[in-house]
């Protein structure tokens, strides 16, 4: 049972991109946080609110998501690019080999994205009091529901 607890928190907090969020109550604009699911001021100041964070812990968290912002910002530009080239050589005339080679490296790349976002999260992890780990994970799992729930969008 306790990895499967372990496993669910995992899950869920990778799905919904990075906790740090919640170290940044002073807020960059959520086009300078692309990564982080509650981008907006009112979410952090919320957050931190919720899990009755110190000041001390948002200190930490800012400095975690700080050291991880830049490679995480580097991987994701990686696999837009190398993203944009699997589409590019689907649409032409590469041969099988060639496209699974560089859908071998998406696949690549989106792992090393994961892998740094899961040490980030892990590194977060240790800022928190297990309420406050516990807590989280309930908010996130209540917006997790909420985001599943919404009414579909259509294409035009």
Avoid: C, H
């Avoid at 509650?38 to 948002?58: F, M, T």
């Avoid at 892998?115 to 992890?125: C, G, H, I, K």
Wanted: proline letters at 3%.
């Amino acid at each position: 049972m306790g990895l499967r607890r372990f496993s669910l928190l995992a899950v869920t907090i990778l799905s919904l991109g990075s906790a740090a969020v919640i170290t940044n109550p002073t807020g960059l604009s959520a086009q300078a946080q692309p990564d982080f699911p509650l981008a907006q001021r009112g979410d952090r100041n919320r957050l931190v609110q919720e899990l009755n964070l110190s000041q001390d812990q948002v200190n930490r968290l800012e400095a975690i998501r700080q050291q991880y912002q830049s490679r995480i910002s580097q991987q994701k530009q990686a696999l837009s690019q190398a993203q944009q080239e699997l589409r590019t050589l689907m649409a032409g005339t590469s041969s099988a080999s060639d496209i699974r080679n560089k859908y071998n490296q998406v696949k690549g790349l989106r792992q090393q994205l994961a892998d740094t976002r899961f040490e980030s999260m892990l590194a977060m992890r240790e800022v928190l009091n297990p309420q406050q780990r516990q807590r989280f994970v309930e908010l996130m799992q209540n917006r997790r529901g909420k985001f599943r729930n919404r009414a579909p969008r259509g294409n035009g």
